[in-house]
């Protein structure tokens, strides 16, 4: 794998980028984090397909992370 690729599949806690989202459920930030990556274009970016179609939870914070970071670019 090439500098600034990313692996496949989710990332490990420790090198996920981080956010405050306090008081959210786990799979809601781990959605609100892999949408807002992917909305920003960076390495991190990544969208669980098994978990978005499964996991409402996972498919809101997707969402919504989503949404809002595009929104910033």
């Excluded at 496949?8 to 959210?24: F, H, I, K, Q």
């Excluded at 786990?26 to 390495?43: L, N």
């Excluded at 179609?53 to 997707?62: C, E, I, L, P």
Aim: net charge positive; aromatic share 12%; charged share 25%.
């Amino acid at each position: 794998m090439g500098q600034g690729q990313r692996p496949s599949g989710p990332l490990p806690p420790s090198v996920r980028p981080a956010y405050n989202l306090s008081g959210y459920p786990p799979a809601f930030k781990d959605g609100y984090i892999d949408g807002c990556e992917t909305a920003k274009k960076t390495s991190y970016g990544h969208k669980d397909g098994q978990r978005f179609s499964t996991d409402h939870q996972y498919r809101a914070g997707w969402n919504d992370g989503f949404s809002l970071c595009h929104d910033k670019r």
